[in-house]
């Protein structure tokens, strides 16, 4: 695993450089303010994940510990592959990310290009409770409460039989619907999810 990389920017454009390190240039992606903040010439240190697929081995690369971070919670999200998962760190900063959770306001995400509204509101529903907020003017407490809560219901779900995709997608879609009152209760979500799975299923359930 490439976990960092040390040396000189041989090349730049918007979305990648190439950094050699002992002699040897290696290819990263990186977010739009990494690119914009080097210079070709530079001495630089990049934190990076190498991503294997079959077919390729890519390395994205960013410029702080953080946004390494954040940057694997979003490939954690079901429909976020690398490249978007990068789009998103382009386009949003990490305490952006972590405050849009926080408020869960799925709007920034939706102006990335490549993430859908659906695939936003999975990101809010599935980075809840796992972003830390820095900023005095987050609502930190409200969104880690309501992360806990679809937390619950989900793990509610998946212990009836259901996957966790499928059970992310309904308490996505209840949450969005839902009054705030709703939202702050776990049987009541939960009700409303099942409903939404559908009342065969449900009574298979046993519910």
Do not use: C, Y
């Not at 390494?68 to 760190?89: I, M, Q, Y």
């Not at 999810?193 to 009342?199: E, N």
């Amino acid at each position: 695993m490439i976990s960092s990389l040390r040396g000189r920017v041989l090349h730049l454009d918007a979305e990648s450089a190439i950094v050699e390190v002992g002699g040897v240039g290696f290819s990263v992606a990186v977010p739009a303010s990494v690119a914009r903040s080097l210079h070709v010439g530079d001495e630089t240190t990049l934190h990076t994940a190498l991503i294997v697929r079959e077919d390729a081995l890519s390395l994205f690369g960013f410029a702080e510990r953080d946004e390494l971070t954040v940057f694997h919670h979003l490939l954690s999200v079901s429909g976020v592959g690398p490249k978007s998962a990068l789009g998103v760190l382009s386009s949003l900063s990490v305490d952006q990310i972590a405050h849009a959770v926080a408020d869960e306001d799925d709007a920034p995400f939706r102006r990335v290009s490549g993430i859908g509204p659906k695939t936003a509101k999975l990101i809010v529903v599935q980075l809840a409770g796992k972003l830390h907020v820095t900023s005095a003017t987050s609502r930190p407490t409200a969104g880690s409460a309501a992360g806990d809560i679809a937390g619950q219901v989900v793990a509610a779900l998946t212990a009836l039989g259901w996957n966790e995709r499928t059970s992310v997608e309904a308490v996505t879609l209840v949450l969005d619907a839902a009054t705030d009152a709703d939202r702050r209760s776990v049987p009541v979500l939960l009700k409303l999810a099942l409903a939404q799975l559908g009342p065969a299923r449900q009574e298979r359930a046993g519910v």
